[in-house]
T-cell receptor, first 117, second 114 residues
Framework: GAVVSQHPSWVICKSGTSVKIECRSL??????MFWYRQFPKQSLMLMAT?????????EQGVEKDKFLINHASLTLSTLTVTSAHPEDSSFYIC?????????????FGEGSRLTVL | AQSVTQLGSHVSVSEGALVLLRCNYS??????LFWYVQYPNQGLQLLLK??????LVKGINGFEAEFKKSETSFHLTKPSAHMSDAAEYFC????????????FGAGTRLAVHP
């Protein structure tokens, strides 16, 4: 149990376009989801925390108008990279907190690799 | 603020040798600590965690870690490395209260050679 799925796994887009990445908790409800960004051979950097039904909380230095996060239900959060540029190319990973199971751990999706041409 | 330091960005061991990946943390309150493993182009998989209770925790794939409060450490070990253990390993600490925000260390890439 506690499976998190991301879609798409890979996406290539042209500069200036917008890309949406979905994060779904398949077999549990997630009150909180987290979006991370990972550059090659580096650690995960937290971008934002999203709670179902409320606005996301962004980490310092993350542009909220560029990285739109929506958490419309207890099983789905989306990250939209607006007007993408090559420097936005990265590996984006979501994670979810299991509602009702406060063991501290987060459950991670498989990641989505974005390449902006 | 909490932070995690992983000593050694790259560790190389022979197959069958002991694996030791170091992690030190800073926290003003008792933390929850985690080790995750990441294979290329994949998400993170939990190896083990410490929340409360026994300080020596056992995880999957033969890994274990010991929480040492006096040393603020949570080093990951495995008695005998396998080729399949080659991956990136991340130590993480949970922030107190709030929404389970995890702070990650920089990661350690483990290479296992024959």
């Amino acid at each position: 149990g506690a499976v998190v799925s991301q879609h798409p796994s890979w996406v290539i887009c042209k500069s200036g376009t917008s890309v949406k990445i979905e994060c779904r908790s398949l077999d549990f409800q997630a009150t909180t989801m987290f979006w991370y960004r990972q550059f090659p051979k580096q650690s995960l950097m937290l971008m934002a925390t999203s709670n179902e039904g409320s606005k996301a909380t962004y980490e310092q230095g993350v542009e909220k108008d560029k990285f739109l996060i929506n958490h419309a239900s207890l099983t789905l959060s989306t990250l939209t990279v607006t007007s993408a540029h090559p420097e936005d190319s990265s590996f984006y990973i979501c994670s979810a907190r299991h509602r009702g199971r406060d063991t501290g751990e987060l459950f991670f999706g498989e990641g989505s690799r974005l390449t902006v041409l | 603020a909490q932070s995690v330091t992983q000593l050694g960005s790259h560790v190389s061991v022979s197959e069958g040798a002991l694996v030791l990946l170091r992690c030190n943390y800073s926290s003003s309150v008792p933390p929850y600590l985690f080790w995750y493993v990441q294979y290329p182009n994949q998400g993170l998989q939990l190896l083990l965690k410490y929340t409360t209770g026994a300080t020596l925790v056992k995880g999957i794939n033969g890994f274990e870690a010991e929480f040492k409060k006096s040393e603020t450490s949570f080093h990951l070990t495995k008695p005998s490395a396998h080729m399949s253990d080659a991956a990136e390993y991340f130590c993480a600490v949970r922030t107190p209260g709030g929404y389970n925000k995890l702070i990650f260390g920089a990661g350690t890439r483990l290479a296992v050679h024959p």
